[in-house]
């Protein structure tokens, strides 16, 4: 033989040798000896992993969705504080303006903004529980 067939074949042999002890490692881990068995398992486990990676994915989105969904309803909930805050000021200074008025005028003044006020209050309650519902979620 010639010395560059037998390096060839010493070569192939270390190659097959190395994999070989691959394999061992592979059967070793697995705890399995056949080659069908380790590859259907590998499989599985893939299957498994690319489901638990799409289901995560989901729920990444959801997460995104619902965050953008308590960031509206905290706009939400801003705008309305503000309006409302608006209000009790005109109400405020319209009471203010009534009290030198006549009585009459002035008491339904004060009944509608008390009105006023408890229904602002309860739009800001009923936005602040929809935030605290979707936090949770």
Known sequence: MGVEVRDTLESDLQTLNQYKESFDSIKEVAELD???AIIARFLQQEAENFALFNYVTELNG???SRQEEVNDVQQN???MT???Q????????ELELLMVGDS??????VVRLKFS????T?????YLSRVSTAMLI
């Open 117 to 120: 006020f408890a229904e602002s």
């Open 82 to 84: 503000e309006e409302q």
């Open 34 to 36: 056949d080659v069908d």
């Open 77 to 79: 909930i801003d705008k």
């Open 86 to 93: 608006r209000t009790v000021a005109e109400y405020e200074h």
């Open 122 to 126: 309860a739009i800001l309650k009923r």
């Open 62 to 64: 959801e997460i995104e």
């Open 104 to 109: 009459v005028t002035s008491y339904s003044s």
